[in-house]
């Protein structure tokens, strides 16, 4: 709402007189007195500007329209300046975060997720707490067969017993096994029996 101060408009004092006095304009002082505008004393201009209504009131009224501009090849501004919001030809609103994601590939439209895991190498026949608590086992990777009837067996706890998850024939051939697998006490594997192998467990 904009309040604007009163105004006292006087016609000309030679009446039928085509040459008579111009318009003089006045406005009302703070003490309620007309006071005449000039060049040297211009009638003040105040306001407020606000809204129809108060946030979280039931909506009323025409609203403000808020325009974009279209520009088939993208403006550059400098320091300071100010900028038109920029639209498409359909008049969508462009958008962009001006910067690449962390391991986005623009170029071949790819957005790149890797799993990254902690390894724990193991070559003797031994019980091993890999993780203490929740995790996730990626996978174990046979490096070096044992021998013997050898086993690798893994638990979801913190001592070699519990919940079971794998038991592994370590003799059978070299490679990797994946599991991607969840543990919520704790990651322990037991390699037992014979010659042992060499394994490369990844977890996190």
């Known amino acids: 709402m904009a309040t ?26 703070g003490s309620g007195n007309v006071v005449a505008a000039s060049s040297t004393n211009p009638a003040p201009m105040t306001g407020t500007v606000t809204g129809n209504v108060a946030s979280g009131a039931t909506d009323s009224g025409n609203p403000v329209k808020v ?13 300071g300046q100010r900028g038109d919001m920029q639209i498409d030809a359909a008049g969508n ?10 391991g986005e590939d623009i170029p071949n439209n790819r957005l790149y997720v890797e799993t990254h895991g902690t390894a724990n190498n193991i070559s003797s026949n031994t019980t091993t707490v890999v ?21 690798a067996t893994v638990y979801d706890n913190t001592a070699g017993s519990g919940t079971k998850l794998a038991t592994i024939d370590t003799t059978s051939a070299i490679g990797a096994l ?26 996190r």
């Open 131 to 151: 993780k203490s608590g929740a995790g996730l086992l990626h996978s174990i990777t046979i490096n070096t067969k044992g021998a013997s009837s050898n086993t």
């Open 67 to 79: 325009a974009g501009k279209y520009n088939a090849s993208p403006p550059t501004f400098t320091d």
């Open 93 to 102: 609103v462009k958008e962009t975060l001006a910067t690449l994601i962390a």
């Open 178 to 203: 994946a599991y991607n697998i969840v543990f919520s006490t704790g990651l322990t594997i037991v390699t037992a029996t014979g010659t042992a192998p060499d394994i490369t467990v990844s977890y």
């Open 4 to 29: 604007i101060a009163n105004f006292t408009v006087e016609g000309p004092s030679g009446a039928g007189s085509p040459a008579g006095n111009p318009v003089a304009i006045g406005y009302t002082d």
